[in-house]
């Protein structure tokens, strides 16, 4: 016997074909299942259910209701157990799972490279000949020509942390000038969070391992910010444990410096921007969110460090795989990076404010991704203008995400 009141919890669903036949995909982006379930499209009704609310009967009666068909209890039953034994329902096994995982985690003193061996080689050898790869033109910028090569210091940088399969040459775009001109020992990366968290922000002390070897967080800097900001920084840090948005860069800046120069990161979840959007207000509205931003700087400010600010950001993300009607169509494609672009003139111009405006003005209809790391980027760079490196977007028209390279 399933749940009495079966919940579904906050899991990804998606529209999926399977030996020709129609689906709803569900993944967990958290990670606390790797599975991935296929429920047929005429469970769809039954699956919508799985609310908390009704029961197995409440289903089934509902179902009756509709099509004056009795769909079995058994079918009903047999769909909540199948989930909820992979971990896709909330209940008592969920908890047990999430405990035993966190648990884990907590204990750690390094933060595993979640993402090593799926969404990019996981031994150093053939990592390093991907990335290589990446800067190859005529996608890429070419190869980096040196540290030193004159120009003002990189002091910000947007990169995506879309997968590196999709989208390797925009990460070299980025990171080419920070291998050039950044004189930093100290990178604060600003992440997305995926699933979300209670928290603005959420940082954690755990080294962020990749192929190359750890990158090791700033502990004194840590501390430092812990004793300024007005919110408990690490309430939410299990957010970090399945999140690649910022491992990509902490991969990326292995790649770039180790054996070459010793540095540190400071890794820094965000989730705020969409939440501010929904509630109709801005980011500065919320002293919690510029509270947490100003003593970073300070803490930046009162280190002495040589510190450059890094956001790890994707753009839109749209098509039926986000949950849009219709596949873009080239014309609709068009109109996208034109949207886009539009939106990246504040951002290149250094202006959080502009930037959060573009977005709010069609209510986030692309769905950002990179909205909260790309607004604490330049809130702390305090209106430094960059220059836009490249942009681009996936081709499937059915699952379009669109990033950017900026440097500051």
Known sequence: MSQPRPRLRHVEAFPIEHESRPCIGLRDPSGYTSAVILVPWAAREILARFDGRHSIDDIQAALVKTHGEIVPRETIDGLARALDEQGFLDGPKFA???????????????????????????????????????????????????????????????????????????????????????????????????????????????????????????????????????????????????????????????????????????????????????????????ACVTGFLDALVDTAQASGRRIAWIAGADLAHVGPRFGDPQPLTPTAMDKLAAEDRAMLDPVVAGDAAGFFASVAADRDRRRICGLSPIWSLLHVLGGRPGELRHYGHTPDPDCVVSFASVVF
Not at 182 to 207: E, S, Y
Request: proline share 7%; glycine share 10%.
């Open 96 to 286: 047990e799972r999430r405990r035993r995982i966190d648990e884990v985690f907590h204990a750690a003193s390094v933060r595993a490279a979640t993402h090593a061996g799926g969404a990019y080689p996981g031994d150093a050898d053939g990592l390093r000949r991907t990335m290589d790869a990446f800067f190859a033109p005529p996608a890429g910028p070419g190869v980096i020509a040196g540290v030193g090569q004159g120009g003002e210091p990189v002091v910000g940088l947007i990169a995506p942390h879309i997968d590196f399969h999709r989208g390797g040459p925009a990460y070299a775009w980025a990171y080419r000038d920070l291998g050039e001109r950044a004189d930093a020992d100290l990178f604060v990366i600003f992440g997305t969070c995926h699933v979300g968290m209670p928290d603005a922000f959420a940082v954690t002390r755990k080294a962020y391992d990749t192929p190359f070897g750890p990158a090791d967080v700033d502990q004194d800097f840590v501390e430092a910010l812990v004793r300024r900001a007005p919110l408990d920084c690490f309430s939410s840090e299990i957010a970090h444990r399945n999140e690649h948005s910022i491992e990509f860069q902490a991969v990326f800046l292995r790649y770039l410096f180790a054996g070459r120069r010793d540095f540190t990161i400071v890794p820094i979840l965000t989730s705020f921007a969409q939440e501010a959007l929904a509630a109709g207000r801005t980011p500065e509205a919320d």
